[in-house]
């Protein structure tokens, strides 16, 4: 049996009621089996005490109480009013003493009826008789429909109460697991996680309890261990490269150069400033997945960008970039961090200038859809290919080897993204741009 994806507790559900219906499809189909044979018997023996009773009233009375020897020929009869029982005795040639049920047609009155019969051949003194008991069949229908009806309410009521039962108990037994399940849910960091034991009573979920707190544990020092290490080496580098800046300034102030050493040094002190902003860019990532900035400033997503596209308009002069801004009303507002949501917009506008050419064209928008709000960022640039859009959000990952890219940009972008719960969908292809799409949830 294949179940779906969905919870524990919903496929337990499932299984069970796949058996109860599978229970009462094999009732359907046995029951009013069941129910016939047992009415059937009900009514063998029904006809057989009265045919006991009946010889008890022969030997007590004689068989002159119901036919004399006058009426031999024509016998004994009686059936009640509705014609549902009758009994008669008659004379009878064969003189084999039997005893056997059938169901037999008779006529009484011009009528046709069918019934269950028991007969019988005794002799009394010299003479052979036959008699004969018979119960409508009629009446076995109706007995046999009483009684599928009671073992249908029977079945339900049984059907009902295992179904509420199973589901209590259930609910009952995974309670710690479901509270184990939205302990973690409600944790995105282990220094938030509850460490609180929920009550259990199964060594099961104690076991799978103590191994999520000793997990937690473990990964709570990884990351503080991770926090001093990235914080350690990002001052142990920064500080020696600060040093030999102001080594390299002082040298050029105090010493007469040519132009090639000249260039020389400035080429150091620019590889000096890309590895400066790689550690700080590094230390940044660090400190956002530690949690470390506060997401409770009130933020105008428009401002924000309005205030990136000022900042970035020489480079947009530099390149003759026609830079397209669409603001929403009313404006997208958020609760967040403004120095990350500055460089998110900033990182993503920034990648669009890099890589659209002179005189193409970069478009801003924002706008409201429904439950939430929009951001794109779309440019006619080189475009990413298909099979390199699902990395390009990976650290160090470089498709252009002709470019001096060390792939943290998007990298932080989709940190920062991730931090403020803000979805990000690309959409690109090659030759013709790339748009970054920012989906905020309203």
């Known amino acids: 049996m294949i179940l779906p994806k969905t919870k524990l507790k919903n496929q337990l559900a499932l299984i069970n009621a796949f058996s109860k219906v599978l229970i009462i499809a094999l009732a359907v189909f046995l029951i009013p089996r069941l129910v016939r044979t047992i009415s059937i018997n009900e009514m063998d023996n029904q006809l057989i005490e009265k045919l006991d009773q009946v010889y008890e009233l022969i030997e007590e009375r004689g068989i002159e109480e119901f036919i004399s020897a006058d009426e031999m020929d024509m016998g004994f009869g009686s059936y009640n009013i509705l014609k549902e029982e009758y009994i008669s005795i008659e004379g009878t040639t064969d003189t084999v003493l039997t005893e056997y049920i059938d169901n037999s047609e008779r006529i009484i009155e011009e009528e046709l009826y069918d019934y269950r019969v028991i007969s019988a051949v005794i002799q009394y003194d010299e003479d052979y008789y036959l008699i004969e008991i018979g119960k409508s069949v009629n009446s076995i229908l109706s007995f046999e429909a009483k009684l599928n009806r009671f073992a249908f309410y029977l079945l339900l009521g049984l059907l009902t109460l295992t179904i509420i039962f199973d589901l209590s108990v259930t609910q009952i037994i995974l309670r710690p697991f479901d509270q184990l399940i939205q302990k973690l849910k409600k944790s995105n960091h282990p220094t938030t996680f509850d460490y609180t034991s929920v009550n259990a009573s199964t060594t099961d979920f104690r076991y799978l309890e103590e191994s999520i707190h000793s997990l937690m544990h473990r990964i709570e020092d990884a990351f503080q261990n991770e926090r001093e290490f990235i914080g350690n080496i990002s001052h142990e580098i920064l500080t020696p490269i600060s040093i030999i800046r102001s080594k390299l300034d002082n040298f050029v102030n105090t010493t007469e150069l040519s132009d090639q050493e000249l260039i020389r040094i400035i080429e150091s002190k620019m590889t000096l400033g890309r590895l400066t902003k790689l550690v700080r860019t590094l230390l940044l990532m660090s400190r956002i997945e530690n949690q470390e ?150």
Do not use: W
């Open 293 to 442: 900035y506060l997401l409770n400033e009130k933020l105008s997503i428009n401002s924000l960008l309005n205030d990136v596209v000022k900042e970035m308009s020489e480079r947009f002069e530099i390149k003759d970039l026609n830079v397209k801004v669409e603001n929403s009303e009313p404006e997208i507002r958020i609760k967040g961090n403004q120095d990350l949501m500055h460089i998110l917009f900033f990182n993503l506008i920034t990648n669009s200038v890099k890589y659209t050419p002179e005189g193409g064209t970069i478009r801003i928008s924002a706008q409201h859809l429904n439950d939430r709000a929009e951001i794109s960022i779309s440019d006619t640039g080189c475009g990413i290919a298909s099979v390199d859009l699902p990395h390009i959000f990976s650290r160090f990952k470089k498709f252009k080897e002709s470019e001096n890219n060390f792939g943290l940009g998007l990298s932080l972008v989709k940190k920062i993204a991730d931090y403020h719960n803000i979805k990000i969908e690309v959409e690109s292809e090659i030759d013709k741009g790339s748009c970054f799409k920012l989906i905020f949830k309203q």
